[in-house]
């Protein structure tokens, strides 16, 4: 069982560069096995498989010259 390191893993399966990988892990984004993986470092089995939740752009629903609502 070959273990390699969270964030390269991630870089592979998404066919992402190793900072955009680590950078989704320190945002906390990242999960496997239902559980969050928060250290980018970390070892893990060459055979984990991630989940990826992305933030949606914010929409702006409203705007005049004093505030803009998100």
């Known amino acids: ?4 390191k969270a964030y ?4 592979l399966q998404e066919n992402i560069s190793n900072r955009a990988a680590k950078d989704l892990i320190d945002r906390g984004l990242v999960y496997s096995g239902g559980r969050k993986i928060t250290v980018a470092r970390g ?3 060459a055979k984990t498989k991630f ?9 702006k629903i409203f705007e005049d010259e ?3 609502a998100v």
């Open 1 to 4: 069982m070959s273990k390699e």
């Open 8 to 11: 390269k893993l991630l870089a």
């Open 43 to 45: 070892e893990l089995d």
């Open 51 to 59: 989940k990826v939740n992305e933030i949606k752009k914010a929409k």
């Open 66 to 68: 004093n505030i803009i």
